[in-house]
Nanobody, 126 residues
Framework: QVQLVESGGGLVQAGGSLTLSCAAS????????MAWFRQAPGKEREFVAG????????DYTDSVKGRFTISRDNAKNSVYVQMNSLNPGETAVYYC???????????????????WGQGTQVTVSS
């Protein structure tokens, strides 16, 4: 089992940047593929970005490509997402998630992820 704790959320103006962090504890962090999801009020949780166990491969939802960067530091048991050029439509609770499956595929379905953090609020003002 792994426990995930997100941090770094807050209020930012449109066009601004934030970096979210997720600290993991418990089982060996490097065995998990990691991802960030977000959920806005009244909407389904959606995939934002994912990263392979080693960090060598990443995947992004189309709307954030070129603006968001996911990374991980296995020595620090942490995963990050750098978010640039944020817009008000990206206001949501952002969640860190861990996928302990044996496949090397970076999943984008929330149901594939076994562990979740409590989320951190990101509010983008216009």
């Amino acid at each position: 089992q792994v426990q995930l704790v997100e941090s770094g959320g807050g209020l930012v103006q449109a066009g601004g940047s934030l970096t979210l962090s997720c600290a993991a504890s418990g089982r060996t962090f490097s065995i998990y593929k990691m991802a960030w999801f977000r959920q806005a009020p009244g909407k389904e949780r959606e995939f934002v970005a994912g990263i392979s166990r080693s960090g060598g491969r990443t995947d992004y939802t189309d709307s954030v490509k070129g603006r968001f960067t996911i990374s991980r530091d296995n020595a620090k048991n942490s995963v990050y997402v750098q978010m640039n050029s944020l817009n008000p439509g990206e206001t949501a609770v952002y969640y860190c998630a861990a996928d302990g499956g044996i496949s090397t595929t970076i999943n984008c379905r929330a149901s594939a992820f076994h562990y979740w953090g409590q989320g951190t609020q990101v509010t983008v003002s216009s």
